[in-house]
Every structure is written in structure tokens, then in C-alpha cells.
């Protein structure tokens, strides 16, 4: 026997790591981009009408899902707070801002991979 992981175990870890630094590059940046103000940012959400509040706590969000989905104790967490961040987005989309959603579409699917490659951890994290 080789003390070596086997090829599947590699695959799986090198797919959940390629999911973590996708979900943290693309929410880091989109979470800066709300919390400094660009000015694209600021049309957004006053086109949404919320108030540019919600746009100070969905980058705060994104930030904080984004640091989240590096850290393997709480990846699953951020990859499911963020999944709540992206279908908000895809509401958003649909009904109010009349944009490209089928970012949010893809965005999702892998945030649920993520989840799923991570799903015996996300069960201890909420206790079951």
C-alpha cells in the first residue's frame, strides 16, 4: 500500500479548492466593488430602490462569505451564505434590474457543487 491519497481523494480536494478560490475571487471583488462605492454599484442599487444600505450589507456580505469559503472549517457556511447572496442577485435580475442573470444561473450551480463536494462537513457544522 502507498501512503499516497488515492487519485479520486486528490481530484476531490483539488475540486473543492478550485470551487473555494472561484466563490472568494468573484465575491471579494464584488464585495469591494459595493463597499468602495463604484459608481456602477451605486446606479445599481438605486435602480433596486432598497436604499444604498442594502448595498453596503450585500458587499458586506460577499466579503465575509468570500474570507468564509477559504477557511475549510467554515467553507461550507460561506458557500451557503453566499448562495443566499447570489439568489438575491438573481431575483434582482429577473424582476427589477432586467440584466444578465445567467451569470447568477452559474455562479449558483457551482456554489451548489461546493456545497455538495462539502456536504458531511456542512452536516456537523449545523449539527446533524
Known sequence: ???????????????????????????LFAGFAK???????VQEFARVGVGQWFRYFTGAMEIAGGVAALI?????????A???????????QVSILH??????????AALCALIYLQRGRLGELIGR
Open 72 to 80: 475549510p472549517a467554515f467553507s461550507p457556511l460561506g458557500a451557503v
Open 99 to 108: 440584466d444578465d442573470w445567467i451569470h447568477t444561473l452559474v455562479i449558483g
Open 35 to 41: 463597499l468602495s462605492g463604484q459608481a456602477m454599484m
Open 1 to 27: 500500500m502507498s501512503a499516497t491519497p488515492t487519485s479520486k481523494h486528490s481530484a476531490g480536494t483539488f475540486a473543492i479548492w478550485a470551487l473555494r478560490v472561484l466563490a472568494a475571487a468573484l465575491f
Open 82 to 92: 453566499l448562495l443566499c447572496v447570489d439568489a438575491g442577485a438573481f431575483v434582482a
